[in-house]
């Protein structure tokens, strides 16, 4: 049998993560064999993922990462189950990676098959390392955005991510994007403009807003005009370009855009939560 040092243990330990135990049961299991050690500890990670696939995974991290030019960007989350574990330095680390790959990706399935380091993919590392926590970890929400500037935002708590396209660049423009980067954060909107706005969530409003009025003992022939008057106000509400903005409630967040240059425009926007 091969003798086991501390060295070792602490080896197999960077090169996976897992506990200090856990690596020099694996090596002692694998008669000081590396490859086989990190297999053992992948089929454990393999074995408590099956034990936790119908555990839910509300807690986490979101992540923003840009590339350089910040024109490219992406949002993603590393959900686990307790904030105890979202709080952890090394599973924010681990998020911040898994964000690094994900820049290189236009969609969440082929970001998961893509290769996290030499020998495994992203789906791998998850599952390796819920053997290593002993929670169940996914990549929750994963979006992506590309536009001429980006500006993005993550919440203190790490539980909202935002980012927010533009136009042009323009001399001031990284203040007023993180500004209506945050307004997303904190304002949810559920697009950009009124044109934005899917048809059925539209046709919804409506319908809500002309029974209200029925309710009220509002006359059938005015119902119309004055679910119309309703929809404006769910626009303003609703829709990012249109929205008070938090720092100005005088101003709509378009006007604010404007005040840096009467061409900015803000052409999209993605937002990922937790909880």
Do not use: W
């Not at 236009?106 to 791998?124: G, N, Q, Y």
């Not at 969530?201 to 008057?229: D, F, H, T, W």
């Amino acid at each position: 049998m091969a003798k086991i040092t501390a060295a070792d243990v602490n080896k197999l330990r960077k090169m996976t993560g897992a506990g200090m135990m856990d690596c020099k049961n694996a090596l002692v299991e694998a008669d000081g064999d590396f490859e086989k050690a990190v297999e053992i500890l992948r089929k454990k990670g393999q074995k408590v993922a099956a034990k936790r696939a119908d555990r839910e995974s509300t807690e986490g991290v979101v992540v923003v990462k840009m590339n350089p030019e910040k024109t490219h960007g992406v949002v993603i989350s590393l959900n686990c189950e307790t904030d105890f574990v979202a709080k952890n330095e090394d599973f924010i680390k681990l998020a911040e990676k898994f964000a690094e790959v994900a820049l290189n990706y236009a969609d969440k399935e082929s970001f998961l098959k893509a290769p996290f380091d030499d020998k495994i993919s992203v789906e791998e590392k998850l599952i390796e390392q819920t053997g290593v926590i002993g929670e169940k970890l996914e990549i929750g929400d994963f979006q992506t955005l590309d536009a001429a500037y980006l500006g993005s935002y993550v919440h203190s708590n790490k539980k909202i991510g935002t980012l927010v396209g533009f136009n042009k660049v323009v001399d001031g423009i990284d203040e007023v994007a993180h500004d209506v980067a945050m307004q997303v954060a904190a304002m949810a909107p559920i697009a950009l403009d009124e044109e934005s706005v899917p048809e059925e969530v539209v046709q919804k409003e409506l319908e809500i807003a002309m029974e209200q009025l029925r309710n009220e003992g509002k006359p059938e022939n005015m119902l119309e005009k004055i679910a119309q008057g309703k929809l404006k106000k769910f626009f303003k509400e609703n829709t990012l370009v249109n929205q008070a903005f938090i720092k100005d409630n005088k101003k709509s967040v378009a006007e604010y855009v404007k005040s840096l240059d009467p061409e900015l425009k803000i052409t999209g926007f993605k937002r990922v939560a937790l909880g």
